[in-house]
């Protein structure tokens, strides 16, 4: 029998996926059809989605929502999605996740504690449903989908990830959405931040968890 704190946790839960169930569906369509994430019916005092990636060339995007964002009921949704081989897109991933919220604001070099121009906060990596789907039997074969949440400096406009263009947002918060060929641990694409005149200031490589920048103050003489 669970304890009434268990109880109470669980009951929690169900409501997190229930809140979940109903608030990513809509996200979803919108973000794969080209359109603007937040549904125009959807109040953002109520719902407001913060950060969203779409690799329509992979098949692959991520968004999240925020619930009662700036209050103490506040809860945060990540949903990874999938195109699946019949060309329908399915949620693969995600979930409820511990969050402060709506981020913000967005900081520059060296001030309130922004070191680097790109700040890797989560990444993870999981075998392709999609993959695993159509062929069950050769698992080893399935691609990685991984997803990045990054906090870029404000000295950086855009990304390019790969060679995909990825603006970032005024607050400075970055999902990402992108995929890995099979291997024994997933290779996340180049991401370059760059300034408004197109200049590079600095590059995250695949499996390094400090970007350049940082690397360039940590190896510099005392």
Request: no cysteine; net charge positive.
């Amino acid at each position: 029998m669970l304890t009434a704190q268990q109880e109470q946790q669980r009951q929690l839960l169900i409501r997190r996926q229930r809140r979940s169930d109903r608030l990513l569906p809509p996200v979803v369509r919108r973000l794969v059809a080209g359109r603007d994430p937040q549904p125009p019916w959807l109040p953002r005092r109520l719902a407001t989605v913060v950060a969203w990636d779409l690799d329509a060339d992979a098949g692959v995007a991520v968004v999240r929502v925020v619930w009662r964002p700036g209050s103490a009921q506040a809860e945060t949704f990540d949903g990874v999605v999938e195109r699946t081989p019949a060309g329908t897109w399915q949620e693969t991933g995600g979930g409820g996740i511990d969050d402060a919220g709506v981020p913000g604001p967005r900081r520059s070099l060296g001030r309130d504690g922004q070191v680097g121009v790109i700040e890797v906060l989560t990444s993870n990596g999981l075998l392709s449903w999609a993959a695993l789907a159509s062929r069950p039997s050769r698992a080893h074969e399935a691609s990685w989908v991984g997803t990045t949440e990054l906090r870029v400096a404000a000295e950086a406009t855009h990304l390019l990830v790969g060679d995909r263009r990825v603006a970032v947002p005024p607050h400075g918060t970055v999902l990402l959405a992108w995929t890995s060929p099979p291997a024994a641990v997933p290779r996340r694409p180049l991401i370059r931040a760059m300034a408004p005149d197109g200049t590079e200031v600095s590059r995250l490589e695949p499996h390094d968890a400090l970007d350049a920048h940082t690397l360039r103050l940590l190896s510099a003489p005392s």
